[in-house]
């Protein structure tokens, strides 16, 4: 490992991450793009972190957004966070490789909890507990699909499985 949490293997991750047990991995370099002047992560930074590793993981369970949006399931869909509680525990700085943690909590009925954390060599840097909602094109709520619930917890609750691809 480097000072940045740089491997041998950084380069070879995937550009989505990867599924792993209940939820995914992502890994993110720290841009200048992503500092403030003193090359410390602004703080708003992270949440697009979470974000990417949000996005991601459903991309690989998937569930895509650009086919809620197409309405593949009736109607016009999308996902809309409701509340987000964060706790910035130690700064990542330019250039360090860090890791973005994803899992599903609990879901209920439209809703999904997730639980997030930014690593940096091991160490947690930040986490954050997410509640999203999956809405209409009005804004309404929308139970979910319960192929989705079965793809986040499991049959029995527990790890997450792959949704099949939607029909063409």
Not at 86 to 101: C, E, P, V, Y
């Amino acid at each position: 490992m480097t000072q940045h949490g740089e491997s041998a293997d950084s380069h070879h991750a995937p550009l989505s991450g990867a599924l792993i047990g209940n939820g995914h991995k992502l890994t993110a370099r720290v841009y200048f793009a992503d500092t403030d002047f003193t090359g410390v992560v602004y703080h708003a930074r992270y949440l697009e972190f979470f974000e990417r590793g949000r996005s991601d993981y459903l991309r690989l369970a998937g569930v895509h957004h650009t086919e809620l949006a197409d309405g593949i399931h009736g109607e016009v869909l999308a996902w809309v966070v409701k509340r987000m509680e964060i706790d910035f525990q130690r700064s990542a700085k330019i250039d360090d490789i860090l890791t973005i943690n994803t899992r599903t909590e609990k879901v209920s009925g439209a809703r999904i909890y997730m639980a997030q954390e930014i690593m940096r060599d091991g160490d947690v840097l930040v986490t954050a507990r997410v509640e999203a909602a999956l809405v209409n094109g009005e804004g309404k709520p929308r139970r979910f699909p319960r192929e989705w619930k079965a793809a986040f917890l499991g049959d029995n609750g527990e790890e997450g499985h792959r949704i099949s691809p939607a029909p063409s």
